[in-house]
């Protein structure tokens, strides 16, 4: 079974337009992590949440997690073709020494 | 400062070889992490180094994989009489602390023939 799961699987969406991607976690997260994977590259930190109710924002990207600590959304604004890749939200569950990662969502933007 | 580095970058083998991909974390990090992304698939956990605490091997998918982290630095993950489903990207992390927020590097593709 999958510890995290991510929806959408995949976006394509028109340049300029605003999306969501979700991350929903059976568990309670104690600390919420988004990345975005390039194609054929490695992946590159986005943002971290740890509080519930937490957001927060960078350029065109906003990170929010949930009061109940299961759910984060990751919103981007105005879309740009530069916002392509993979989104990945990552999570401490704390069951163990182990982190998870979400299936990721790829995300394509026409420019 | 220098990010993560891994070598090979990539790595074709046959059937049944072994294999050593290395990782250098960043400097200062006491933690460090390997992951395995196949294609098409998430990332997969596979095990994590916290200063010199014995590391949690659950995530290793057979006993054909080790790993050790020599002088709380470099790490090396070796598989041992490699398979065809062990091709994928292998990918490093470190945090400053344990579970903090990692910092990944490029990754070594793997492609086993």
């Known amino acids: 079974s999958q510890e995290l799961e991510q929806s959408p699987q995949s976006l394509i969406v028109q340049e300029g337009k605003n999306l969501t991607i979700n991350c929903t976690s059976s568990?309670?997260?104690?600390?919420l992590y988004w990345y975005k994977q390039k194609y054929g590259e490695g992946l590159i930190f986005l943002m971290m949440?740890?509080?519930?109710?937490e957001e927060k924002s960078h350029e065109k990207i906003t990170a929010k997690l949930d009061e109940k600590k299961q759910q984060s959304s990751l919103h981007i604004t105005a879309s740009q073709p530069s916002h392509a890749g993979i989104y990945l939200c990552?999570?401490?569950?704390?069951?163990?020494?182990?982190?998870?990662f979400g299936t990721g969502t790829s995300l394509t933007v026409i420019p | 400062g220098a990010g993560v580095s891994q070598s090979p970058s990539n790595k074709v083998t046959e059937k049944g070889k072994d294999v050593e991909l290395r990782c250098d974390p960043i400097?200062?990090?006491?933690?460090l992490y390997w992951y395995r992304q196949s294609l098409g698939q998430g990332l997969e956990f596979l095990i994590y180094?916290?200063?010199?605490?014995?590391?949690?091997k659950s995530g290793l998918p057979s006993d054909r994989f080790s790993a050790e982290r020599t002088g709380g630095s470099v790490s090396t993950l070796t598989i041992q009489r490699t398979q065809q489903e062990d091709s994928a990207v292998y990918l490093c992390?470190?945090?400053?602390?344990?579970?903090?927020?990692?910092?990944f590097g490029p990754g070594t593709r793997l492609l086993v023939l």
């Open positions: 992390a470190s945090s400053l602390g344990g579970m903090g927020t990692q910092y």
């Open positions: 568990k309670t997260l104690y600390g």
């Open positions: 949440l740890q509080k519930g109710g």
């Open positions: 990552g999570a401490d569950m704390s069951t163990g020494n182990q982190f998870y």
């Open positions: 400097s200062g990090h006491t933690a």
């Open positions: 180094f916290q200063g010199n605490s014995a590391p949690d």
